[in-house]
């Protein structure tokens, strides 16, 4: 998407150099979602598609209540439902899974592609379609997989935190949407702020280990939840109990970059000796067919 | 509607959704709002969180409003009664009802005739061959004043809170248990929370929706909850009420405008054969006050129903024809949904206009629906979108198998646009009338409800003064004084509901002053008159547009009290009053119940507070004028006398397919005046072939049948499913995502299976029993995944009162089965 000014940016995928510093007064946002307030009723989903423009082909009921089935380039959020037998009493747990925007996100260390992914200075980390080369590491980064590779294009695509609308200070679409204010936006530490008093009302209620989830292992997070259950992220559909980058990733930050850079570089003087010798590649009918057909 | 009018005197939400937001405990049962209604949703959530609510669901399934409960109950579907009897009975026998506020504000301590009784599961009166009650004797001593008698000691055992007692004995937490499936232990935690509001310091506000009125029995269950709330004190205080969620954005428009066919606009009676004269249909509408001083507001019928008359029929309208009376059709029985698809199927109906009704998806037993369909000669279908009426002829195989060939009706599709492509108005369901502004112009030829009518009317019109007929005067006759007659604005129609003055009318002190000027806007219904000076379409709206503009363009936000009493933000029947009844959130000498729910109280002069008072302004707390100023008691009805057809009392009756026998009186199983068209009886099915309690309802990815033709909705619930409990599923071998196949005695259908811990195996009578839930919303036309309709499946029966079909609870089979044909299999 990329809809922030460059001048914004705070980091860039495979990029050394160091970021503009001229704008430095940006507020950290946050999307705060409190479960415990969640009635499923998919209007976020509704406003996401609407919004970013977004459709996705029509499913089939796969013997749950959570439509489309996965995330997917075409649906960047989702509500997740989850029976939980609580020593006799029944709880529905409806999480809305997404991109949770990590301080430290493993998908734009992942990222091969200079500035395919940018985190801007208020937090938000977004990729940068024309950049994107869609090898999917950022897949293999992500601690909580959310990216996905479209197949039509071979972009990686995942939610933006609606960075066009904040950028002029709206609320992203899903916390618009939103009729029980389940989903709360605004800067980080007013969201932290809400969802003290949240935990309050849920201890009064019952639930002794209510919490905010906002895990240090990717250094928090710009997407928070608030959960009855906070011992127990993963009752939630799976939610990390403590999400960590891939060692992977963090390796291939570190001593093996450097060598793999190496072979990119080795590639492309080979690439550019088989365009001497041979020409450029040229797409055949059945290529433009085969085409047609993915994008279909 | 059929069941709070006969107890408050107005059939509607008694508080409004910003309301929700007071309330202490709040008890959704008979409704699923967060899945029908999650916007106004939100004061629930609101309550929870300013006012530290509690919310306590009652359902056969965990809904999404269940979700975030803080209590949860299940029950068997139409069982309903039986729980809220027995929650009575809680209160009552440990002395948790508001004793002052019951005994000033309801009808307990009346005396009821000595010839009323109940035995054996019927109360006196009935005749098993009409399947009807006589109901003289379900009434008051009345004394030799003309009142009715009353004991303020209640030590008369023919008081009616002495009959309800002795009503309700029979209703122990473990007669509820074994009729409803409610583990013991949560039925009484729930009665703890609800008791808790019986004392004027706490408030209860009580959500339902089609849950409780489609049984056989919808508006007993109703009832239930009106005279609980009435023993609790819960009526005409913040953060109270009986409130009706209506489906659609104007459901209660309709019904103020005469949606029952023996109504006419703002609840007056369309006449029925037995009055044939203008005398006899006044008659019975004098209702004189029943206790000395009442106000028993329905005394000024004659106003509102002349200035009716004198909207709907103009100068023809005068004192010498009785008003037009003879323009009015009367009617010999009431033509609710399931009457006219059985006049179809009988083949009685040569034509029908189906106006925003999908009657193929929505009717029960759509098979009926089918062959009623067949046999017209022409069908008119006016909607915005394609729906399967239209296309009813259409084979689909098994999703609508119909010989196309054999069809002879004649099908006329006039396109409708869209509510956002007119102008008009919505009243939602807390009365408020709100005009909406058009926001695009409709698609294609499409053209608006009011146009499209109003095409029809002009050509009839025309049709009749050019070739007579045997009756053509209310036809030629009827006022049409719009500026473009074939095309009126919802402004003048609005304008027409509120009212006209017709004549000056002048201070009867001072003949020379005018009080009001002909051809002004009526400003309120109080100013309406019976001698044809006036005219009101619809009296309860009378006051939403006057000489000081429309007002319910009026959008402001100020709400001086913060308990969401917005005065100035549209125009609430009647009178902008937000909480009906609302002098009752005052004691007896006009003090507060609590400062926590003070509302409406006497300052030494006249009563004030942040709503307009819903009575007299001035008239003092020594008079003993009653609250409930509709009713000639001038008080609530806790014994309804005969105003309800099944009973003043409600009792538990069996939905008309159930897997056991009543318990409480074997021979009378299910609801004994219910009707029953002669060919349905036989389509009721039994427990040995259909084992499993079926229930049915709307999903809040959808809106009802026209959702499914729209992209988004289908790509967030695609596909008809139904919900299992575990425990069948396994017996039966059906995992997630399998097709089932679910039969009951009208037909069967073909679906996804949702295998769910959200669905309960109830022990009923001390055997397991598996309750299986089907949404609606799919069909064979639109954009979803086509679909069996799940109305293959209900019953063909409804409500005794106004015959609102059964579609709640029903006895079904599941099986194991294959994708249909035509179906992708994933």
């Not at chain 1, 705060?32 to 976020?44: E, F, M, P, R, T």
Request: one cysteine or more.
């Amino acid at each position: 998407m990329a809809t922030l000014q460059s001048l914004d940016i705070k980091r860039r995928s495979a990029t050394t150099e160091p970021p503009p510093h001229v704008r430095g007064n940006a507020i950290e946002v946050a999307k705060l979602i409190d479960v415990s307030k969640c009635i499923g009723c998919k209007a976020c989903q509704a406003a996401c598609l609407e919004w970013n423009d977004l459709r996705e082909e029509v499913g089939y009921n796969t013997g749950v209540y959570d439509n489309p089935a996965d995330l997917s380039p075409a649906t960047w959020t989702l509500m997740r439902f989850t029976e939980f037998d609580n020593k006799g009493n029944l709880e529905w747990l409806i999480r809305k899974d997404g991109c949770m925007h990590c301080e430290d996100p493993g998908c734009l260390k992942a990222c091969p592609a200079p500035g395919a992914i940018v985190q801007y200075q208020n937090g938000i980390v977004d990729f940068v379609s024309e950049n994107c080369i869609g090898c999917g590491y950022c897949v293999k980064g992500c601690p909580f997989n959310i990216p996905r590779i479209s197949q039509a294009d071979n972009k990686a695509y995942k939610c933006t935190l609606c960075s066009d609308r904040v950028a002029v200070g709206q609320a992203p679409a899903c916390a618009k949407a939103c009729p029980t204010q389940a989903i709360y936006f605004g800067s980080k530490d007013d969201m932290i702020a809400h969802a003290e008093e949240r935990i309050v009302d849920l201890k009064e209620r019952g639930y002794a280990n209510a919490g905010l989830y906002d895990p240090k292992g990717v250094g928090g997070t710009h997407v928070m939840y608030v959960l009855h259950h906070a011992d127990q992220p993963e009752l939630y559909a799976g939610l990390p109990n403590e999400p960590r980058i891939s060692r992977l990733v963090e390796l291939w930050k570190g001593g093996t970059k450097p060598l793999a850079l190496a072979g990119i570089g080795l590639a492309a003087v080979v690439g550019f000796f088989h365009y001497i010798v041979k020409g450029p590649n040229e797409v055949t009918e059945e290529d433009d067919e085969r085409a047609d057909q993915i994008n279909r | 509607m059929a069941s709070l009018a006969p107890t408050f005197g107005r059939g509607a939400m008694t508080n409004h959704w910003n309301d929700i937001k007071n309330a202490d405990v709040i008890l959704v049962m008979g409704g699923n709002p967060a899945e029908a209604h999650p916007c106004g949703f939100k004061w629930v959530t609101e309550a929870k969180a300013h006012n530290k609510a509690k919310l306590i669901v009652v359902d056969p399934r965990f809904t999404r409003s269940a979700a975030v409960s803080d209590l949860y109950a299940p029950l068997r579907p139409g069982t309903d009664i039986a729980f809220l009897l027995g929650v009575m009975r809680h209160i009552l026998t440990n002395d948790k009802i508001h004793t002052e506020y019951v005994k000033a504000f309801t009808n307990a301590t009346f005396i009821v005739r000595e010839g009323f009784k109940f035995e054996n599961g019927l109360f006196t009166g009935y005749d098993e061959t009409k399947r009807d009650y006589a109901r003289g004797e379900w009434e008051y001593e009345i004394g030799e004043d003309g009142f009715a008698k009353v004991d303020p000691t209640l030590a008369n055992p023919r008081c009616v809170l002495n009959l309800l007692k002795a009503h309700v004995e029979r209703y122990t937490p473990e007669t509820v248990e074994k009729i409803c499936g409610t583990p013991k232990d949560k039925f009484l935690k729930i009665c703890e929370h609800v008791a808790s509001t019986g004392n004027g310091e706490r408030s209860m506000t009580s959500l339902y929706a089609l849950g409780w009125t489609q049984h056989s029995h919808g508006a007993q269950n109703i009832r239930c909850m009106a005279m609980l709330q009435l023993l609790l004190g819960n009526m005409g205080v913040p953060g109270g009420g009986v409130n009706a969620l209506r489906g659609h954005a104007n459901v209660q428009g309709i019904t103020d405008l005469g949606l029952l066919t023996t109504a006419l606009p703002g609840y007056l009676a369309l006449p029925s054969q037995a009055e044939a004269t203008y005398a006899d249909h006044m008659k019975t509408r004098r209702f004189k006050p029943l206790r000395p001083g009442q106000t028993s507001f329905w005394q000024n019928y004659e106003k509102f129903f002349v200035s009716f008359q004198k909207a709907m029929f103009g100068q023809a309208a005068t004192k010498e024809n009785d008003w037009a009376y003879d323009y009015l059709p009367k009617w010999d029985t009431p033509y609710d949904v399931l009457k006219i698809v059985d006049t179809m199927y009988e083949g009685k109906l040569n034509g029908c206009i189906a106006q925003g009704l999908n009657v193929l998806m929505a009717s029960a037993h759509k098979g009926k629906a089918l062959q009623g369909l067949a046999k017209l000669k022409w069908l008119v279908v006016i909607d915005p979108l394609e729906t399967e009426t239209a296309r009813f002829w259409e084979n689909h195989g098994e999703f609508n198998e119909i010989d196309s060939a054999k069809v002879q009706t004649e099908v006329i599709q006039l396109p409708a646009c869209t509510v956002a492509e007119e102008e008009g108005t919505f009243t939602n369901s807390g009365r408020n009338i709100q005009w909406h502004w058009k926001a695009a112009n409709g698609a294609g030829e499409s053209r608006s409800d009011l146009e499209i009518m109003a095409g029809i009317h002009t050509r009839l019109r025309a049709l009749y003064a050019k070739e007579g007929g045997a009756f053509p005067d209310p036809i030629v006759n009827l006022s049409w004084n719009y500026a473009r007659p074939e095309a009126p604005s919802a402004d003048e129609v609005l304008r027409e509901l509120n009212g006209y003055v017709l004549e000056d009318v002048k201070d009867p002190q001072d003949p020379n002053k005018v009080l009001m000027r002909a051809g002004t806007l009526v400003p309120g219904f109080g100013a309406l008159r019976a001698d044809g000076t006036t005219t009101s379409g619809c009296w309860i709206y009378t006051g939403c547009y006057t000489e000081a503009g429309n007002m319910t363009m009026r959008r402001s936000t100020d709400d001086p009290t913060g308990l969401g009493v917005y005065q100035n933000w549209g125009f609430v029947w009647p009178a902008n009053r937000r909480i009906l009844y609302n002098r009752a959130s005052a004691d007896a000498s006009g003090k507060p119940w609590s400062t926590r729910k003070k509302y409406i109280a006497w300052n030494g002069s006249r009563w004030t507070g942040p709503d307009v008072p819903d009575y007299g302004p001035t008239v003092k707390p020594e008079a003993s004028v009653g609250p409930f100023i509709m009713n000639p008691e001038g008080v609530s009805r806790l014994f309804t006398r005969g105003l309800m057809r099944d009973g003043p009392f409600p009792e538990h009756y069996e939905p008309f397919e159930s897997p056991v026998a009543n318990s409480l009186h074997e021979k009378v199983a299910s609801n004994p005046v219910a009707r029953v068209f002669k060919e349905d009886w036989k389509e009721f099915g039994k427990a040995d072939k259909f084992p499993y309690v079926a229930t049915t309802y709307r999903l809040t990815e959808h809106f009802h049948y026209w959702t499914k033709t729209h992209l988004i909705n289908a790509i967030l619930q695609p596909e008809l499913f139904a919900e299992l409990p575990e425990a069948l599923a396994k017996e039966k071998g059906i995992g997630p995502g399998d097709w089932v196949r679910i039969s009951s005695a009208r037909g069967a259908i073909k679906c996804k299976a949702v295998v769910t811990k959200r669905l309960p195996t109830l022990t009923i009578h001390g055997k397991p029993t598996h309750v299986v839930g089907i949404p609606i919303h799919y069909g064979f036309v639109g954009t979803a995944r086509k679909g069996h309709a799940t109305n293959t499946l209900t019953p063909f029966v409804g409500d005794a009162n106004v015959n609102t079909p059964e579609y709640k609870a029903f006895l079904v089979n599941v099986e194991k089965t294959t994708a249909p044909a035509g179906a992708p299999s994933v």
